[in-house]
């Protein structure tokens, strides 16, 4: 079992930034971040492996950088240029026996509670 604590979220104007963070209570290969707006479905974003490399989705490439200190066991997620449409709960998740670390919902087992990101404009 895994359990996996988010942190960092907030209001904050468009154009700003925040950074997520996210806590494992036991090391993992894989980790990632999704989000979901409300009635919108859960929404893929980037995922990390242990060595540091990271596979993003096309969305938020360029904008949002994942990154890992394993010596805490923490997974980041740093948003710049934050948009009205960014607006969602922001979970982490790690993964249970994917054969490699991408963003691909079904290859997690465990999931954090969640932290809410409101951009306004």
């Known amino acids: 079992q895994v359990q996996l604590v988010e942190s960092g979220g907030g209001s904050v104007q468009a154009g700003g930034s925040l950074r997520l963070s996210c806590v494992a209570s036991v090391a993992r290969e894989c980790m990632a971040w999704f989000r979901q707006a409300s009635r919108k479905q859960r929404e893929s974003l980037a995922a990390a492996d242990s060595y540091g490399t990271a596979n993003y989705a096309a969305s938020v490439k360029g904008r949002f950088t994942i990154s890992r200190d394993n010596a805490k066991n923490t997974l980041y997620l740093q948003m710049n240029d934050l948009k009205p449409e960014d607006s969602a709960m922001y979970y982490c998740?790690?993964?249970?026996?994917?054969?490699?670390?991408?963003?691909?919902?079904?290859?997690?087992?465990?999931w954090g509670q969640g932290t809410q990101v409101t951009v306004s404009s």
């Open positions: 998740a790690a993964e249970s026996d994917a054969p490699d670390c991408h963003p691909i919902e079904a290859d997690f087992a465990y």
